[in-house]
């Protein structure tokens, strides 16, 4: 297998380039033969869209994580070994998956792998985001505090998927009814009514003329739209697993305005707690910036933070680099930075914009919870009257002139 890496050299020096090896684990043991400190890496092999499905639900859910993160946190804070709480999580684990990924972890761990780099080569079941979580407590030595966060952070992010999915829950119901009416009234209804038009030289509104003609066209072509439906659905899936398809993807999410409205805060969570951890354990802040990049799971950001890390070993300030980049880091997060920089707290402070962000992402989380089923009822209601006006205008004109 191929892998594309990005590393440093003991100097700092960044080195990027492609290695071969059989697996994940054995190229970032040549590398780190080599003398190079890993910052990513990753197969150049692209992941296919039925491949994914097939994890999915083949997987573990997210509330089975967060019942194993916490569980790991409340054993390494009860100054288990991280070899002991294994075993332990494995003894209470049922979800068969997890259980033998956490039988290969420990038995990694055992064999002289870090944690990171055993969690690593279960990169189906945990995130780069946990993966580089867990790195970067390896290196200040705060694993139970760590784990402590990835469970809250966890909990956090379960609780605000199950509130988004239970508001989306009837809405997409009453889309699904609504597609079922639209797609039968037609390919059947429309097709029925249009000799009746025709005969009686109703003029038709182009509305009507064009789902009329749809109809007709779906009706003869309904077998070869599904099979390229498919096909380009196929396709989009298999772009958006490649690395340039992923990337498109963070750019979305920092663009839209809905998206990034509550992919923000999220982001902001990750980046400032996960850069007070690293500067409480005493790394650089330069390296902390670096590493972080690899937390917050962003292509974007983790190019941005790279460059911001490259400017404070030129002597810039921390404020100053993010203030360079207003699209990622809000003018508050900047300010506030250099408050703790001046004052000299400046993981005190990071802590605190952690804080705040959390309860930022709670509350719009909430607010357009409260806000989707209305739109979405609106929005089918305008559907809805469109559809049936599309045929009722045109039985209106003919009853009027037959009379």
Request: charged share 20%; glycine share 8%; hydrophobic share 45%.
């Amino acid at each position: 297998m191929k892998f594309h890496y990005e590393a440093r050299t003991k100097e700092g020096e960044p080195q990027v380039g492609f290695v071969e090896a059989g697996n994940q684990e054995t190229a970032v043991n040549l590398l780190s033969s080599h003398d190079l400190f890993v910052l990513k890496i990753e197969s150049t092999e692209v992941s296919h869209w039925y491949d994914r499905i097939g994890a999915y639900f083949g997987g573990v859910k997210r509330q089975e994580m967060v019942v194993f993160t916490r569980q790991l946190s409340t054993l390494l804070e009860a100054r288990l070994s991280l070899s002991k709480a294994l075993q332990t999580l494995r003894e209470q684990t049922k979800n068969e998956r997890l259980r033998e990924a956490i039988t290969q972890i420990s038995h990694d761990v055992d064999s002289g792998l870090s944690f990171s780099q055993a969690l690593e080569r279960q990169d189906a079941i945990f995130s780069g985001f946990f993966v580089s979580m867990i790195r970067s407590a390896e290196v200040t030595g705060n694993l139970d505090k760590v784990s402590g966060f990835l469970a809250d952070y966890t909990e956090r992010e379960s609780i605000i998927v199950s509130k988004a999915r239970s508001a989306l829950v009837y809405p997409a119901i009453i889309i699904a009814l609504f597609g079922v009416v639209a797609v039968l009234m037609v390919t059947m209804v429309f097709p029925q009514l249009k000799p009746v038009f025709e005969e009686s030289g109703v003029e038709l509104p182009f509305l009507s003329n064009v789902l009329i003609n749809s109809g007709d066209f779906f009706a003869q072509w309904w077998f070869a739209i599904l099979i390229v439906g498919g096909v380009l659905l196929g396709m989009l899936l298999d772009y958006l697993g490649t690395a340039e398809g992923r990337a498109f993807l963070d750019d979305l999410k920092i663009r839209l305005p809905i998206a990034k409205k509550m992919y923000l805060p999220l982001t902001l969570t990750r980046f400032a707690n996960a850069a007070a951890m690293l500067m409480k354990g005493g790394v650089p802040i330069a390296q902390a910036i670096e590493i972080v990049g690899e937390t917050v799971d962003n292509v974007l950001y983790r190019d941005v933070l790279h460059e911001v890390a490259e400017d404070i070993r030129q002597g810039t300030p921390l404020s100053d680099g993010l203030a360079k980049y207003p699209d990622y880091f809000p003018v508050l997060v900047s300010q506030m930075i250099a408050v703790g920089e001046t004052t000299g707290q400046l993981d005190q402070i990071l802590e605190r914009d952690s804080n705040f962000y959390a309860r930022e992402a709670d509350a719009v989380v909430n607010n357009l919870v409260d806000l989707i089923q209305p739109i979405v009822m609106i929005v089918i209601g305008l559907m809805i009257g469109l559809l049936f006006g599309s045929v009722l205008i045109p039985l209106y004109k003919l009853t009027g002139s037959i009379r």
